[in-house]
């Protein structure tokens, strides 16, 4: 059975920074982080493979970066020049054949969220 535990969500202000952790139990060979805000579809912010191959949306490219650290089980979303419509609850999740950010519902296994807060 897969848990993941998220950390590292909180308030900032436009232009700060954030770092995400997702401490993980059991197969998680493809892992990456989402986001939902009220009122609005979840949504695929970056995917990472067990082999560290990474895919990012274009609306975080350049300012995010995923990474996970395969000994401790941990994924990490870095959160760089943080804007506004970057507020959301960040999900972490992990699938054993899923490995991408593009489609949510392939994705098996949830945290329960960590809230991400940018104000202007």
């Known amino acids: 059975q897969v848990q993941l535990q998220e950390s590292g969500g909180g308030s900032v202000r436009s232009g700060g920074s954030l770092k995400l952790s997702c401490a993980a139990s059991?197969?998680?060979?493809?892992m990456g982080w989402f986001r939902q805000a009220p009122g609005k579809e979840r949504e695929g912010v970056a995917a990472?493979?067990?082999?560290?191959?990474?895919d990012y949306a274009e609306s975080v490219k350049g300012r995010f970066t995923i990474s996970r650290d395969n000994a401790k089980n941990t994924l990490y979303l870095q959160m760089n020049s943080l804007k506004p419509e970057d507020t959301a609850m960040y999900y972490c999740?992990?699938?054993?054949?899923?490995?991408?950010?593009?489609?949510?519902?392939?994705?098996?296994?949830w945290g329960q969220g960590t809230q991400v807060t940018v104000s202007s």
């Open positions: 999740a992990a699938d054993r054949t899923y490995c991408g950010y593009r489609n949510y519902a392939l994705c098996n296994y």
């Open positions: 059991g197969d998680t060979r493809c």
């Open positions: 990472i493979g067990s082999d560290g191959t990474t």
